[in-house]
């Protein structure tokens, strides 16, 4: 019933098909992938399904009308379309207050046009070592890095889930988070 | 010469997006005069596409599809015009945000604050303080995220300048006193409020009011 995972190469296939003729067969396949995984996640950073839909709807939207500033030397395509997702998610957030700007602080990544064939396989590269480093993770600093990206009070929920006192929990954060980075930033 | 960054956390925070707005502008702006932290960024970001791309698919309603395909050719409504600079002699993103104006608070000691229009509560202030003039010791009810502008300035947990950027726990207390050889400009955002101390804080306090 699921069709198999595409490759990274098929993600960035049918970007480039969208970017160049709108092709909507491959931004169906793109929403099919991307848009119950971004759900997914809006979920679990508390969100309701009806707003975590909202937010993989005006992903996919803007996923179709950027698609011609993504840049593969830059990035995966699914990690573009996290940080597209992220910025939505504080967008929301913005609204819910009221105000009346866009997020100014933090853009989508840096998109540079043109991608030279060296950097490209610097930022596939990155991804396979970020990719494999993630399943080197101890449960421990997998959840410390998962209520850091999606917990808006990360310190409380880490001490819940690891059943740790409030008092010890900062540190073993500032532990995790070392190991965790200098885990993703290894030469392979 | 950057010797102090954001921590792991925060970096980690700002990637998947719950960095509050005070401290994701302070951290912002140290990431663009700062490349090393900018490659580590990129690295929690890729870990945050890791996370969609093993996040556990949700059921979304039968026509999601459909409608999203109905909405391709609507107007862009975050079409927004690229930030303007406001503020030339400032970095980015800072240099965007309408500052107001400076405030004097007793002699060599001035302060600004940012309005943040996508969260208008933030507590963001600049602070310019004279050459050799110690800041009245303090301490916050949350964490103090601060990015120094320009000067320096030293207080028991070191020495810190242009560049640098310092996260404060809301268990520290200190008495920042900047440097003789100049005067120094700080960008700082407090989760919770300051509490200062001293004849000269209770003075301070009502007039910062944050």
Known sequence: ?188 | MINHHPSDFSLARLAGGTLGAGPRLVVATHLSGCPQCRRRLTSFEAAGGVMLDEAEPARLSAEAFQRALGRLGDADPRAEPQPRVLHPDLPPPLNAYEIGPWRQVGRGFQWRRLRLPESPGANVIMLRVAAGQPVPHHGHSGAEYTQVLSGSYSDALGRFGAGDCIELDEEVRHQPVVDPDGECVCLTALEGKLRLSGWIGRLIQPLIGI
């Open chain 1, 1 to 188: 019933m699921s069709a198999p995972a595409p490759s990274a190469d098929d993600m960035k296939q049918w970007l480039k098909a969208v970017a160049a003729e709108q092709d909507r067969a491959a931004f169906g396949r793109l929403f099919q992938y991307f848009a119950p995984r971004i759900a997914s996640l809006m979920e679990r950073s508390g969100l309701s399904a009806a707003e975590a839909e909202e937010i993989s709807q005006e992903t996919m939207v803007a996923v179709w009308r950027k698609a011609a500033l993504y840049d593969p030397a830059q990035a995966g395509v699914s990690t573009w379309v996290f940080t597209i997702a992220r910025n939505m998610r504080i967008d929301l957030a913005r609204k819910a207050s009221r105000a009346s700007a866009g997020v100014a602080a933090l853009g989508e990544l840096p998109m540079r046009l043109e991608a030279s064939v060296e950097d490209m396989a610097l930022a596939n590269e990155r991804d396979a070592r970020v990719r494999r480093a993630m399943a080197t993770l101890s449960p421990e600093q997998a959840t410390v890095l998962r209520l850091s990206f999606f917990a808006e009070k990360p310190h409380a929920e880490i001490a819940r889930e690891l059943s740790l006192p409030l008092g010890t929990v900062k540190s073993r954060t500032r532990l995790a988070m070392a190991k965790i980075r200098a885990i993703l930033e290894r030469e392979p």
